[in-house]
Each structure stands twice: as structure tokens, then as C-alpha cells.
């Protein structure tokens, strides 16, 4: 029996000569480290990817929330501009001003039955979908 702790006892103290020149291996910690900051950039670019695309939903979704959007604003302002511009060429058209306004006034009027016409078909509409028909 006391070769075998002589052999055991010797065998702990190799393991722990290897352990301790192991640990204290400069090139080992290098490698160690390199490894470490690489893995660490890349779990930081994949988050701030990760929160640069949640941010971009979460300020979309609050946008359409509060019922603003990009396309109606320039929906709207390209509709105004063709408004203003159609208004100026009649202005600017080779008619005399008694001829423009008529024109202008016929356009509006028949503006205004396309618009009566077109409530009045929606309201038929709504009522004959409720089945109460004006009760």
C-alpha cells in the first residue's frame, strides 16, 4: 500500500506542476483572451443589431399608432400642388375671365352633384344593411 500513495502522491504533484505551468502560460491567456473579445463583439454587434431593428419597430408601430404616416403627408401635399395648379392654369388660360369663371363654377357644381350622389347612394346603402330603412 505505500507504493501506491507513494505513486498517487507523486502522480497529484505532476498534475498539479501541469496544472500550474498550464495556467501560467502567457500564449494560452493570449489565445484565451483573443478568443474571449471576439466572441464578446460578436454577441454585441448581433444585440445592437437585434435593438436597432426592435427600436425602428417600436417607434413605426408608435407612429401608426398616432395615426401619422409619411405617404398620406405626401399623398396630400402632391394632391395640393396639383390643386394649385390646375387653379393657376385656369387663371393663366387664354379665355376671358367671364369664360373661366363659368368654367370654374360648372366644375364646381358638378363637383358638389358627385359628391350629393355619391352620399346619398351610401346612405341608401347603410340603411337597406341595418333593415330599418329610416324606421
Known amino acids: ?6 505513486s498517487s502522491a507523486k502522480q497529484w504533484a505532476r498534475l498539479a506542476m501541469k496544472a500550474g505551468l498550464f495556467l501560467t ?16 463583439e ?9 435593438y436597432s431593428e426592435t427600436s425602428d419597430r417600436v417607434n ?9 404616416s409619411h405617404w398620406f403627408a405626401s399623398t396630400l401635399t402632391f394632391l395640393g400642388g396639383v390643386g394649385i395648379g390646375i387653379g393657376v ?13 363659368a368654367s370654374i363654377r360648372d366644375k ?20 337597406a344593411s341595418t333593415g330599418t330603412e329610416g324606421d
Not at 500500500?1 to 507513494?6: D, E, L, W
Request: hydrophobic share 40%; no cysteine; glycine share 8%.
Open 1 to 6: 500500500m505505500a507504493t501506491f500513495k507513494r
Open 25 to 40: 502560460d502567457a500564449k494560452l491567456w493570449s489565445a484565451i483572451n483573443e478568443q474571449l473579445k471576439e466572441r464578446a
Open 42 to 50: 460578436d454577441v454585441s454587434d448581433a444585440v445592437r443589431s437585434s
Open 60 to 68: 413605426n408601430a408608435g407612429m401608426a399608432l398616432r395615426g401619422e
Open 89 to 101: 392654369g385656369m387663371l393663366l388660360a387664354p379665355m376671358s375671365g367671364e369664360e373661366v369663371r
Open 108 to 127: 364646381a357644381e358638378d363637383m358638389k352633384n358627385r359628391v350629393g350622389d355619391y352620399t346619398s347612394g351610401a346612405s341608401r346603402f347603410r340603411s
